[in-house]
């Protein structure tokens, strides 16, 4: 019988079906493994075509070797990884100062698994200050609500409903599409463990209005004694507003705000996932939701809502710190910034779209099509331009303004100009094929739309 070559075994092992019901039940090569993974996933997107996402889809070899060498450490594992904790404990206090902090005050945050789990640690601080003023009144702590806009992103829908606090949402409209002051008489009350509000939102890359919102908290405290904080979801601002607007208060130079989360994994230049939640002062995140464990070794506190994850996001932020500071990151976020600025030109001067963000404070672009283009929409020119390999954001706006669709693109800081150029190009030119020929996209239903709490009165 003659002998099998390594190319016969391989090819044999390549061969072997993928069962989908049951667990694999023989071992195949390494080799053989990588390629059967590898070429299951030829069809999917080119992460660096995904401008649908926010997430960061280029790295440097450096940072990428960073990344490699503290992926199998255990973040959590301080004991074990002491430095690593320190470069968190020093990252901590950069955007502390970064996001204007007060001095002469502790700060307190830490590195989280995206902004989703900055944001549960910061709505779970808020909801425990809150239960704890109300006991120390006398009065009834079951009841929390938290004020936010429409434009909410799903996190702080998760939020509420996993933690038991009743949402207040306050509805958008068509062409106005920020969270503003005008329902918060409507939304506040002495159960408001705080108001949300969005620094580069997921719909159209807008901020809401900080100043509005926080002039209205201070005049209902006046009013009524009620003192609630703000937070403020930097999840894509946070890292665009420090470097393009020095002198924009967004942050902590607002009193009331008690604290900021970001995602590293977005403009922060990170992979996912690496989200940051940053407070005010160490009082904020009160010291009964700390926890303290010796298990792994020494003890060590941890304060977060995952535990086990590897150290490589960490490491791969501290790397982009000390690599870029703070004029490498202005200059990349202005390069990004004028980008999207040309592709915002581009496409509203070909006539298709009316632009959606009419301050260009982050680099994304919100179109809506123009309403005398009516046998396509905003999905169909999603869908054409994915032939080019192109991922494409088209959705409805939420209420009460979900009778606008919206086509967005994030453009990040590994496009170029040439490659901003190309884009635009295959936009307009799916625009043009869409109308000569129509389209056939059928927008989704939306499955559980915000509503908006009644009116105490």
Known sequence: ??????????????????????????????Y????????ETWSDAKPAMNLSSFVTTFTEPESFAVAKDHYLKNYIDHDMYPQLFAMETRMVRWLHQLWNGPEGVEPYGAATIGSSEACMLAGLAHKWNWRKGRQKMGKDGSRPNLVTGANVQIVWEKFMRYFDVEPRIAPLR????????????????????AVVAIAGQT?????????AIHNWLDRHHENTGHDIPMHIDGASGGFVNPFLYPDYHWDFRLPRVKSINASGHKFGLVPPGLGWVIFRERSVFDEELM??????????????????????TVAYQY?????????????????????????RNRLVDSGYFEIMN????????????????????????????????????????????????????????????????????????????????????????????????????
């Open 319 to 343: 790397y982009n710190f000390i690599r870029l500071g703070f004029k490498g990151y202005r200059d990349i976020m202005l390069h990004t910034l004028e980008n999207a600025q040309h592709l």
């Open 358 to 457: 009419k301050t260009q404070r982050i680099p994304v672009v919100a179109m809506t099509l123009n309403g005398k283009y009516t046998n396509f929409n905003e999905y169909d020119i999603s869908d054409k331009v994915r032939e080019r390999g192109w991922v494409l954001s088209a959705y409805a706006m939420p209420p009460d303004a979900q009778s606008v669709n919206s086509l967005r693109i994030v453009v990040r800081p590994h496009l170029n100009y040439n490659a901003v150029e190309g884009l635009a190009d295959d936009i307009i030119h799916a625009c043009k094929w869409l109308h000569q020929h129509g389209g056939n996209a059928t927008p989704p239903k939306l499955k559980d739309p915000h509503k908006v709490a009644p009116s105490k009165c």
């Open 32 to 39: 053989a493994a990588e390629s059967i993974v590898t070429s």
């Open 203 to 211: 719909f159209t890359g807008e901020d809401d209005a900080f100043r």
């Open 174 to 193: 068509p062409g106005h599409y920020r969270f503003t002051s005008a329902h918060l008489d409507q939304l506040v009350d002495e159960n408001t463990i």
């Open 1 to 30: 019988m003659k002998q099998k070559s390594p190319f016969d075994l391989f090819f044999d092992e390549y061969n072997e079906d993928i069962p989908e019901n049951h667990f694999p039940r023989d071992s195949i090569s390494a």
């Open 291 to 312: 926890f303290y464990v010796n298990y792994l070794g020494g003890e060590m506190p941890t304060a977060t809502l995952n535990f086990s994850r590897n150290a490589s």
